[in-house]
Nanobody, 127 residues
């Protein structure tokens, strides 16, 4: 059974940092793209960051570029999201996601391209 477990969320003041982790199990994801999405109250889920299976290619939403960094450790079947200079508008539930496809040339940025989802972890940034 494939499972993604998101952890690392919490309450932080504006300007602070958090590191989200996603542990994947049930199959090896070292050959698949992975990503992070988020959903704020009353809003649609939106793309945050994605990383290719090799870790070489990364994409970011304009709103987080320069502040967030996605990375992965394929040996541990883990993906991370380092979030710095957090703003109140970053408040949302953050979801880890993984693509079913192997060796995609580029990681997807559309949520419809992802097949597996974590349960989400709440990030709250106070002003």
């Amino acid at each position: 059974q494939v499972q993604l477990v998101d952890t690392g969320g919490g309450l932080v003041q504006a300007g602070g940092s958090l590191r989200l982790s996603c542990a994947a199990s049930g199959r090896t994801f070292s050959e698949s793209a992975m990503g992070w999405f988020r959903q704020a109250p009353g809003k649609e889920r939106e793309f945050v960051a994605a990383i290719s299976w090799s870790g070489v290619i990364t994409y970011y939403a304009d709103s987080v570029k320069g502040r967030f960094t996605i990375s992965r450790d394929n040996a541990k079947n883990m993906v991370y999201l380092q979030m710095n200079s957090l703003k109140p508008e970053d408040t949302a539930v953050y979801y880890c996601t993984a693509d079913r496809t192997y060796f995609s040339a580029r990681p997807p940025i559309s949520e419809t391209k992802y097949d597996y989802w974590g349960q989400g972890t709440q990030v709250t940034v106070s002003s």
